[in-house]
């Protein structure tokens, strides 16, 4: 697989190096679920679910969740975060690219698995999202921002890599999805990392 391998990531939890980790859930998830775009009783699916902040305040809010990652380590924080909170969750180790549910979700909330994939991958995993969501289910999708000097010249550089909204518009088409008009509200990254995220909710069609 081209990108970033599965030793990658598993060093990257063992030895604790997470410079994305901001320490809490990420604040759009707060207000999706704030505003009722995610409500308890609805089945969310958080792939690249991470060191799990984001599990966690999801499953508080009786939501049943499903976190994938397929570095043990990134589980292994996620359910010690969850068990500190005396809570449960569906964790589960798979490559998000194979991996199907057992049965179509609600919602799924996309922040770092995207723009973690080498973009080759994009358009395989973006089919998987579809297949996982009910017609009418939310794509709850936080575009990373992270455009380098390099792509002016044709450079791929990542991860994170830079998830340009005329991308995702070609990668999640409008004859699948249904899009909401921008402006798309900007989430900042609090450790220092200079970059922004695009808040987008797409709904399968």
Known sequence: MSGPSHDFWQARFAEGKLPWDRGTPNPQ???????GTLAAGQRVIVP????????????????????LDFA???????????DEGRLCANLIEADVLHWQ???PADAIFEQT????????????????????????GKLLALF???????????FI???????????????FPATQWEWQKP???????????????????????
């Open 72 to 82: 043990p380590g990134a589980l292994e924080m996620c359910r010690k975060l969850l």
């Open 29 to 35: 998830l707060l207000q999706w679920l704030a505003d």
């Open 101 to 103: 549910p057992a049965q």
């Open 144 to 154: 990373l921002q992270t455009l380098r000097p390099d792509s002016a010249l044709g």
């Open 113 to 136: 698995c995207l723009c973690a994939l080498y973009p080759d991958h994009w358009t395989h995993y973006a089919a998987q999202l579809h297949a996982w969501l009910k017609p009418g």
């Open 48 to 67: 690249g679910c991470g060191q799990g902040w984001e599990v966690k305040a999801l499953t508080a809010a009786g939501i049943e969740t499903i976190g």
């Open 157 to 171: 550089e990542g991860p994170p890599y830079h998830c340009d909204i005329n991308a995702m518009r070609a990668i």
């Open 183 to 205: 402006p798309y509200p900007q989430v900042k990254q609090t450790q220092g990392l200079g970059l922004v995220e695009l808040a987008v909710v797409l709904v399968r069609k």
